[in-house]
Each structure stands twice: as structure tokens, then as C-alpha cells.
């Protein structure tokens, strides 16, 4: 018996939350590549990691999968691209004003990036001006430019001194 | 990959266990994740003119470059001198395994996984229905060393933090000049793997250069043990830049790149960094190449010829899943 899906696939799986930063959905964070209904309707849905070993991508899946049944899609396939990469660019304005209200300092955008050509070593770690996400002050240090999830660096505010977290630009 | 459709973790807030204990009723391996299914890229086909098992071999390469050096990284999970250097080199060996998990998928995609699928442990010869490994989990725990493809730089022995770092740095300095080429690569999986892995090396290549800075140029302890590890990994380094045939080909056809090319742009980087961290570059002969053959490969982990720190990788990296074949959660 075939029964009216109770959400459209897109707002569903718009709607699911990155497991690692819960403040954004799948949309603001910028993975979901696509939401297509085939011809049998099965709900294909594309995502992208946001780094290769990114270990929260099974839990996207599941949580996908999960949502679209919910609301009544019952066939999901949810297929994965790497191809373009990600980039901290593809998070979405709503993206980055939840993170900053979340605590997170969100990363600058970078714009396109010159194609060829060695990559560059800079031997002094840029020093980008990131804002403290809590008191706003602009004094802020880099403590490790790796953080607790792949896409998060640690900071701490020289004026308020909180530690907080910046998602590096890549 | 294998359906998970326990329900949702947050609508048990009260026992996040019951969410485990709900999961799948089909199982899932207890060493693998699941991820060659439903990867856009890994199922294209060779692209024209391209050997197929040539393709497969320099997959596995690069794949295996990425696979032991993370291991390798992992092994100072928890032992690191400062906890942020500990989630550091865990994250460098998280975006390396990222890499090599869809090389190897894409080279089981390519049929290099078959031939280990036959070993005394493989699931599916004991028990009718059993799940069916993941290509790159049979090709991660169930290859003998012989089968490795990788560089035998990235299997030596990490040492102290100084030798770590030196080995982060010559590793990434190649891996970065060698992905930035390999954007361009005509097989579909191999230009997205480099596309995505050289946002992450540069990451890793600036995390070495800034520490071998402050050890380099840092106390004369500190100076000293910085330049012990870079002369300790010198001597594997020369290997990195000797093509090999199956290289050689693929270049040639446009998918892969001879690694000769890499290392004006690997000493360039070098030429940066050691004079401000006041180091000397090693003169030191390289591992088990003959004088007067530099040129030609006598010997080399892409032939599958390792140094014996191989094996303890491969044996902590192994054996529980050896052990424990058929092992689900």
C-alpha cells in the first residue's frame, strides 16, 4: 500500500543534523549535494564529506535514512561524492550565524583559490583575525590547530581568556 | 554498508546504551565500517586506454602510503608530550585513513581485493550468509606483507617527537606536491581523493614545519634530537622519488605522476625550513640502494620489499581481526 510521504524528501533531509555539530543541519553545513526521487521512488540522496576520514559520514547516513523513513519515504539510498570538495566556503550564512551563537567561532571565506602551482609554506602560522564567539573581543590566540573533530581548531580569547573552537578554513 | 535502523539516539536520552543495544539486526563486521557501497566516484569504470590492474597497483600504493603512515600516527594516541599534540597527530592519521579507505575501495572496485578473500579467516567460507567484508577491509587486515605497496618510509619507526616531526614533514612535503599534481589525474576516484587530501596535507605539512622550527631553533636538547630525527628518516627518503614501472605507465596515460617530479618542489620546502630551524640537511646514503643505481630500483616497498618494521605494523594493525574473523557487533 503506498501511502503519501508526511514530509517532501528535501525538507526532511534538509532538516537531519550533522552529528558532530548538531547546531547545523546537513543544509547549513553544506554536505547535501542532492535530493532526487528515481523512478521507482527511491529517495537518492548525495552528501560529501567534509574530510576524507571524516568518521561522522556513517552516522549522516544512518541519520538520513532514519528521518526520510520517518516521513514515509520507505525506499533511501543515500550515496556519497567527493567530487568538488568541500570547503568551509560551502557553509551557508544561517550556517555561520548558529555557529558563532553556538559558541563557534565560524571560519572566514576564502573565496577561489588560484589553480597551479606549488602550495605555498607560510613558516608563520597566518594570524587571522578571528573574533571571540563569546565576548566578541578581537584578541584571540590559536592553542592547536587541531581540534576535537576534524574540522575544529582551538583558540582562547586574551581578553575574556574562555577557550573556544574555530572551524578552520579549508 | 549495512542498514541501521535502530531509532533515533536522542529520543533515549534517558539510556544512550538502548540505542546500541537496538542496532542493526543484520550485524555489522567488528572490524570495518562499510564504506565502498554508494561512493558516486569508486564505481566508474577505468578510464580509456588505462590497464586495469595498473590502475588497481598504483591505487593500493598510494593508498597503502596513507594506510601505514596512519597507523603508524596512531601509535601515539595517548603518548603524545602535550594533549594537543596528541589529538594533532590522531587528526593527521584520521585524514590520512580517510584517504586511503576510498583508494582502497577503489582498487577492490578494480579486483585487487579478490585474491585475499580466500584466507583460512574469510567469513564467507564458514558460515552460509555471513556478511561479506568490504573491499577494504580484506585488503587492510587480511593482505600479508608481500601484498604492501607502500614507501617504506611511512612503516619505519616513529621514535621520539623529533624524529615524528621530521617524518611528518618529508611525508607530507612529497604527499602535497604529489596530490596537487594528481588533481589532474584522468581516473575520477584518484582526482578526488587529491582534491580533498591537499587541503588536509597542507594542514599537516605547515603542523611539521612550524614544530621543526621551535625544536630546530629551539634548546640545544631540543636542536639536537630535532636534527637525530630528521638524519634517522633520511635515509628512506631517496625511495620516494624512484619510479616505479606501474608509475611510469600511468603517467604516461595521465593518471598517475613520476615521482621524479616531485623532488625539486620537496627540496624547495626543505631549503625553506632547515636553515631557519637551523638544521643541516642530512648527507646520508639511502637504505638498500646501490651506489651509482640511483637511478633504477633495486629495491623497494612498491615491489613489496619492506623493511621488518613492516611487520609490526601490520601485526598490531591485524591480528584481531585475524583472530576474531567473523567477529559482529
Redesign the interface.
Known sequence: MVTAPLLDARTAAEGVVDPEMPMLTLADLGVLRGVDTAGDGTVVV?IT?T?????AL?EM???L??KL?AAGHERV???????????TDWISDAGRRKLAEAGVAPPDRLGPRPAGG??P???V?PSRAVACPRCGAPDTEE??????T?CTA?RRCRSCAEPFEHV?E? | ?H??????PAEHDDNVYDALATADDDGRWAFG??FDA????IDAPAPEGVDRDDLAAYCLMLADDALIASQRLAGWTAKAPEL?ED??L???A??????A??LLSRAGHLGAAEPFRAGPWDAQRSGAGRLRQDDEDVLTYFRDDRAFRNVTLVETDLGDFGRTIAWILLLSSWR??LM?RLTASRD??I???A??????L??H???A??WT?RLGDGTELSHARMQAGLDAVWPFVEELFLPHDVERRLADVGVAVDPAELRA?VD??LE??LP?ATLTRPERPAVGLVGGQRHRRSWGGRDGVHTESLGTVLAVMQSLARAHPEATW
Not at chain 1, 77 to 87: I, L
Not at chain 2, 38 to 41: K, L, N, R, S, V
Not at chain 2, 94 to 99: A, I, T, V, Y
Request: net charge negative.
Open positions: 548525495t564529506p574530510y576524507s576520514g571524516c568518521p556513517d547516513r544512518a541519520d535514512r532514519r523513513h539510498e543515500v550515496r556519497t561524492t567527493f567530487s568538488p570538495p568541500w570547503s606549488p602550495v609554506l607560510t613558516l602560522a592553542t592547536s590547530r587541531f581540534g576535537p576534524a582551538l578552520k579549508i | 554498508m542498514s541501521h535502523d535502530d531509532t533515533n565500517t562499510g554508494g561512493t558516486a566516484e594537543e589529538v594533532a590522531a587528526n593527521i584520521l585524514d590520512l585513513l580517510g584517504q579507505r576510498v602535497l606536491a596537487q575520477p576516484v582526482a578526488a581523493v582534491g580533498k587530501a591537499v587541503k588536509e597542507t594542514y605539512r605547515d603542523y614545519a612550524q622550527l618542489e624547495a620546502v625553506q625550513v631557519v
